[in-house]
């Protein structure tokens, strides 16, 4: 890059000086890019890493010791996730709790943000902020009065009831990051739409929702991804019924009552990542997927 | 016909093997993972095939905000694991915990526990929870070859000359204590248990009790010296693997690593009867009983020296129906608590236990000085109210990580003790 | 449990089904009225599902809340303003308070700008999955994982010993002279410590909704600019990130509300020891350690209250304009 700076006083060499300018910015590029990669996953492998050694040892060596010889891997604590008793109904109940979970709320949102964002109604703004004042809500103030709330209703303990406690939870930033999408689809697209006597709800199944794709998709992902690694709700509105603990509950359960056996989490850790990378992974095609700018301008 | 049904659970322990199936199923939430709920499954195999009951068991560490809720918005479970004695009071005293004096056979259990267990599982008078397993707190322990070469004794006389000892390895360039109390949420207890054993050691049963129930302030004379003994220890660098940091940020079930390193590191570690299970699992190789050891928490105040400090997991019952009667009658029976001795997951507080039933002679001398102790108390801190105790903790982290605050430190125990017993 | 996959997939299946039934069926049930009574009507039926989620699980426990604020532990007696004058003058109120404005102020720009950088750069580079999984990865691990995780990364051994926490020993490798540092432990490094291992959780999140905005904005745009000569430098600042100026504001909020009540972290990690306590954490231990629920209340209100300024920044957005 030496040759940067008199490049910069001669004017005739404009294009060399431009072709360095551009290398050194490829190269700032990807050392951004890389550098914070690694620096992000660092923790993650860390934990791969330590999933992989003997419980012994990853209390007494740093993990990257596994790495020079002699080697010491096992999968014991692979094995002992996977045999208990209840991994593969508990699995199961993960996907049966979490599915439900997701589209709901993502469906129920979306109603409320096309009326929020194209129907004209008195209240709108102050209703919208009230939606949006509820994502502070901090969790815990909600299980007592909902838990009371399903003991009189007798569906505590139930899968539904906890389909819709979290679709409740999920739905004031489903609803805000939604209409926020959707306040941004142009107008002109919606009128053409109405004038050639489409209904609303043809106008949301067909235009809205498609075009909302992206914003959907990372609604998809969040929202799977927490009700998936949610713990707290399921033990709480779960209670009493051990067949349809998710595979938190079950997790959980393998440290014991002074923390021993933690070990174990790091193995199951992965195991319970697998699913949601899954989801990230096939949706993120959904992105990259311009709709706005082709259909849309004519 | 329902008192039929409880007539026959109330006969059916007693009898302990024939009895007719009494069907159905027991909810019990509690604590217990990993290689506990092992045990634990393993104990409710003979009672389910005996009385038909289906036991399901909920775990959680979380226990306190499980219970709360689950309690508050009336959907208890029939059993459940109280967070302490402390807690056990409050919901005792709200009315939702049920009366266990017209449950169990209060003859029998008078039989099997001493009145102290009983007097514990009390509330004005009533008895609301019974304990079904307990640890051993205030022992030393350590690796005796070690320590022989080293020239340290394993069996103090007094604290002082533990505390000389100490002093005189240190400058030989010895470090002789390896003390961790990183615990995540909890951190801080492991130094409870140090200075309710000194304290113990110091003043007695009678002033404990002053002190956990709050008549004792924190500033009195009494305790602050409590801290300060405490503090010759935990606060000199020279006496504490690795000084003041690596206490506050190492977890306890780890803090024990540097007595086993060749060359050892520390030549003392102070936890429970239940860190043997904790050892075990980190040097399979090590034998209980020769590789280490420990002994009792030496005496402050000779007159002392027969104390014990114990803790345990205490039983409730929110729900009485005929099976959660039957099944919280089983777990106090010597029976059922042979399976935690034998896994290794604890003392019984049953006598009727037999020593042979402990898997070592550790566990066994454990127990031994579980039964034949003059004076046992148990574990200050949760006796005292939930706030009480979760500040406790947290003096404790801030007293490590800067021990001249201390009388700071013990004003402001003493603001949340007139703020935590008033109600 | 064929029974129960049998239901399993009814729902999965029926529940859109259900749900977009009823936009068609109301539609339909609109038919009959007039025009004016149809749009006025309208957004209140496709509001229903919604709201009555909403009030049942939000806002009654909300409502609930405030009351409870105003009533002792049991809440059995009356107890005015008294949970709030205790709160306020606790000794430790300061810090805790101190603390969350220090989360407040690092913990948004820091994963925004981060987000942003990620979601931007990314888009260039072939390899762009890799990055992109390799920063959304801590999103999909659980809090438990992650707070074993922390722990071995700041993990302490007294210096002279070999580390065993990742970032003590790459700070020794790396940095010659440097002493390991308890950083969980330490008053000066704690709280910026903690908050690394959020911003660590949450930049995914931030990176995957600013790049679906990024991905919303038209080529041709940012063709034409190119071609009349601007730089990239440029074309961001002037165009793409004006475009995307919803989205972030989108993205702060949540993040700055999320960060509001932020709780798990400091709970798993020290519990709020040695100043690192923040609302949402005492909260927790009035309400479920100590059943103090006239306080845990007060906290909660209190975190009610400090989102009204955040509530006039999206007044200012979505305030104006009304189309259709």
Known sequence: MSTAAPAALAPPRRGLEAVAARVAARGLLHAVLVGLSLLWLLPTVGLFVSSLRPAQQIATSGWWKALSTPFSFTLENYGYVLSQANMGRSFLNSLIIAIPSTVMPILVAAFAAYAFSWMRFPGRNVLFLVVVGLLVVPLQVTLIPVLRMFVATGISGTVPAVWIAHSAYGLPFAIYLLRSFMDELPVEMMESAALEGASHAQIFFKLVLPTSVPAVASLVIFQFMWVWNDLLVALIYLAGSPAVQPMTVTISSMVNSYGGGWEYLTAAAFISMMLPLVVFFALQRYFVRGILAGSVKG | MRKLFIAVAMLAPLAALPAGKIGGKVSVLGVWGGAELETFNKMVKPFEDRTGVKVEFEATRDLDAVLTTRVSAGSPPDLAVLPSPGKMADLARQGKLVDLGGVLNMAALKKSYAQGWIDLGSVDGKLVGVFPKADLKGLVWYDPKSLKAAGLSDAPKSFDDLLAEANAAAAKGVTPFAIGIESGAASGWVGTDWLENIFLKTYGPAKYKEWYEGKLPWTSPEVKSVWQTWGKIVGNPKLCYGGSQYILSTNFGQAFIPLFDNPPKAYFHFQATFIQGFIGKQFPALKAGEDFAFFALPPVKPEYAKSAEIAGDLVGMFKKTPQSAAFLDYLTTAEAQAYWVKGGNGLSPNREVPLSDYPNALSKRAAQILTSAEMTVFDASDMMPGKMNTAFWAAVVNFVSDPDQLDDILRQLDTVRADAYGK | ?324
């Open chain 3, 1 to 324: 449990m064929w029974e129960r996959l049998v239901w399993g997939l009814v729902a999965v299946a029926g529940v859109p089904l259900v749900l977009s039934g009823y936009v068609f069926a109301v539609e339909r049930a609109l038919s009959p009225f007039a025009a004016r009574r149809r749009n006025a009507l309208r957004p209140w039926l496709w509001l229903v599902p919604g709201v009555v989620l909403l009030a049942g699980f939000l806002i009654y426990p909300v409502v609930h809340t405030l009351v409870l604020s105003l009533f002792n532990a049991t809440s059995t007696r009356f107890a005015g303003l008294g949970n709030y004058v205790h709160i306020f003058t606790e000794r430790s109120m300061l810090t805790v308070l101190r603390n969350n404005l220090l989360w407040l102020l690092i913990f948004p720009t820091v994963t925004v700008v981060l987000g942003l950088v990620l979601a931007v750069l990314t888009d260039r580079v072939r390899y762009q999955w890799a990055v992109k999984a390799a920063i959304f990865v801590p999103m999909a691990i659980s809090l438990v994982a992650a707070g074993v995780i922390w722990k071995f990364m700041y993990q302490y051994q007294p210096p002279g010993q070999p580390q065993t926490g990742t970032v003590n020993s790459f700070l020794s490798t790396l940095v010659p002279g440097f002493q390991p540092r308890a950083w969980l432990f330490d008053r000066a490094l704690n709280n910026p410590a903690l908050i690394f291992v959020l911003v660590w959780m949450w930049v995914g999140f931030a990176m995957v909704i600013l790049y679906a905005a990024l991905k919303g904005i038209d080529e041709a745009l940012l063709e034409a600019a190119r071609l009349e000569g601007a730089t990239e430098f440029q074309i961001f600042f002037k165009i793409t990130l004006p475009l995307m100026m919803p989205t972030v504001t989108v993205v702060t909020t949540t993040l700055v509300i999320n960060v509001l009540k932020v709780f798990d972290v400091v709970y798993v990690m020290t519990n709020g020891s040695l100043g690192t306590d923040v609302i949402a954490n005492r909260m927790y231990k009035e309400m479920f350690n100590y059943n103090d629920f006239g306080r845990a209340s007060a906290f909660a209100t209190l975190l009610l209250l400090a989102i009204i300024p955040v509530m006039f920044m999206n007044i200012k957005r979505f305030g104006r304009g009304g189309r259709a």
